[in-house]
């Protein structure tokens, strides 16, 4: 009996650590990502073709990524949009739990009906240090599509996380001394058939404002149609042009955001081990909206920034035919 009580434990504690890493489930992820691409440069959406979207080939259907990750008949396979949740489909490879911590910050931890500790905080390495390291490794390409491949990658999959409120703190209450893992320990009540069990998880799945399943992979033509008709929903709620915020493109700012929203709405307003009310519930489905329409359109300005068309240089003036060509003068000597 011991054993079996050791067992479980073990496994509820693995499923927190594993589901502290997921944002926005595929849905959400996408969604950024197919904004992102809707509002890139003409010089970026080639870049980002050139990297994501593999030339037609009868023997190798997939791109650069899939060399590592494709099965037969597997629904990982990558474009500008699915690439958004390639770092979520890999995460239960033990050969990548070195990227546990890339998904997530614990920023100004939340200490409810506790002493501060001072102990606590953000891990080395975190979202926001592997968001800066991204974003400066794609300043200078490697020239290896797969490498820079990843690296886009994994930018697009980070800044969908850090838009996620849950994954910029954890709560430290009595109960959860050592933290609630961004609201893994935060029970909520919710019909069975949404498979939702905590406060973390109905805000991956964006309070239900997209359901709570993601469409099946490889995207058919209706799935691809139904995300491109959220994607505008969102950017005709949140359009660029009045959004403001969408200008801030330093990750700090971001998450930043994101903290306030978990300490101040997220946590504040849900009571735990209840079902969330009608009204949160509609005001964290306007909320995820809005910073999926934020974390697209951030997306695309830093690829925007990142790539530039390249200036031609100017033709080096020709002389005119017939023209004597004028022999330089000789170098003096010493």
Same mark, same amino acid.
Request: charged residues 20%; contains cysteine.
């Given at each position: 009996?011991? &054993?079996?009580?050791?067992?479980?434990?073990?496994?509820?504690?693995?499923?927190?650590?594993? !589901?502290? *890493?997921?944002?926005?489930?595929?849905?959400?992820?996408?969604?950024?990502?197919?904004?992102?691409?809707?509002?890139?440069?003409?010089?970026? &959406?080639?870049?980002?073709?050139?990297?994501?979207?593999?030339?037609?080939?009868?023997?190798?259907?997939?791109?650069?990524?899939?060399? $590592?990750?494709?099965? !037969? =008949?597997?629904?990982?396979?990558?474009?500008?949009?699915?690439?958004?949740?390639?770092? #979520?489909?890999?995460? /239960?490879?033990?050969?990548?739990?070195?990227?546990?911590?890339?998904?997530?910050?614990?920023?100004?931890?939340?200490?409810d009906?506790?002493?501060?500790?001072?102990?606590v /905080?953000?891990? @080395?390495?975190?979202?926001?240090?592997?968001?800066?390291?991204?974003?400066?490794?794609?300043? &200078?390409?490697? /020239?290896?599509?797969?490498?820079?491949?990843?690296?886009?990658?994994?930018?697009?999959?980070?800044? /969908?996380?850090?838009?996620?409120?849950m994954?910029?703190?954890t709560?430290?209450?009595?109960?959860? +001394?050592?933290g609630?893992?961004?609201?893994?320990?935060?029970?909520?009540?919710?019909? +069975?058939?949404?498979?939702?069990?905590?406060l973390?998880?109905?805000? #991956?799945?964006?309070?239900?404002?997209?359901?709570?399943?993601?469409?099946r992979?490889?995207?058919?033509?209706?799935a691809?149609?139904?995300?491109?008709?959220?994607?505008?929903?969102?950017?005709?709620?949140?359009?660029?042009?009045?959004?403001?915020?969408?200008r801030?493109?330093?990750?700090?700012r971001?998450?930043?955001?994101?903290?306030t929203? *978990?300490? %101040?709405?997220?946590?504040?307003?849900?009571?735990?081990?209840?079902?969330?009310?009608? *009204?949160?519930?509609?005001?964290?489905?306007?909320?995820?909206?809005?910073?999926?329409?934020?974390? =697209?359109?951030?997306?695309?300005?830093?690829?925007?920034?990142?790539?530039? %068309?390249?200036? $031609? @240089?100017?033709? !080096?003036?020709?002389?005119?035919?017939? $023209?004597?060509?004028? $022999?330089?003068?000789? !170098? @003096?000597?010493?």
């Amino acid at each position: 009996m011991r &054993k079996v009580r050791m067992a479980a434990t073990l496994v509820a504690l693995l499923l927190v650590a594993q !589901s502290h *890493a997921f944002a926005w489930h595929d849905t959400g992820h996408m969604l950024v990502a197919q904004i992102a691409y809707l509002n890139l440069s003409p010089a970026a &959406k080639a870049r980002v073709d050139k990297l994501l979207v593999a030339p037609p080939s009868p023997r190798r259907p997939f791109i650069h990524l899939c060399a $590592t990750y494709y099965t !037969s =008949g597997c629904e990982k396979i990558y474009d500008p949009v699915t690439i958004a949740v390639w770092m #979520d489909d890999f995460k /239960g490879d033990s050969l990548n739990d070195e990227y546990e911590n890339w998904h997530y910050i614990n920023y100004r931890p939340f200490f409810d009906g506790i002493p501060v500790r001072s102990d606590v /905080g953000p891990e @080395p390495t975190n979202v926001l240090d592997r968001l800066n390291w991204c974003i400066n490794t794609l300043r &200078k390409p490697t /020239g290896r599509d797969k490498t820079d491949a990843e690296v886009l990658g994994f930018l697009y999959h980070l800044i /969908g996380d850090v838009h996620q409120p849950m994954h910029t703190t954890t709560r430290y209450t009595a109960k959860n +001394p050592n933290g609630d893992a961004g609201g893994n320990g935060f029970a909520v009540q919710m019909p +069975p058939e949404a498979n939702i069990r905590n406060l973390h998880a109905f805000w #991956d799945a964006a309070a239900g404002r997209f359901g709570f399943e993601s469409p099946r992979r490889p995207l058919d033509a209706a799935a691809r149609a139904r995300l491109l008709a959220q994607a505008e929903e969102l950017m005709k709620a949140n359009p660029l042009a009045t959004l403001a915020a969408a200008r801030e493109l330093e990750p700090l700012r971001w998450i930043e955001e994101s903290n306030t929203i *978990a300490r %101040e709405f997220a946590y504040a307003k849900a009571r735990e081990g209840e079902a969330p009310s009608a *009204a949160y519930t509609a005001e964290a489905q306007k909320i995820s909206g809005e910073r999926i329409a934020l974390a =697209g359109y951030r997306l695309a300005a830093v690829l925007n920034n990142l790539f530039v %068309e390249k200036a $031609t @240089p100017p033709p !080096s003036a020709a002389p005119t035919p017939g $023209t004597p060509v004028p $022999t330089p003068a000789p !170098s @003096p000597k010493n």
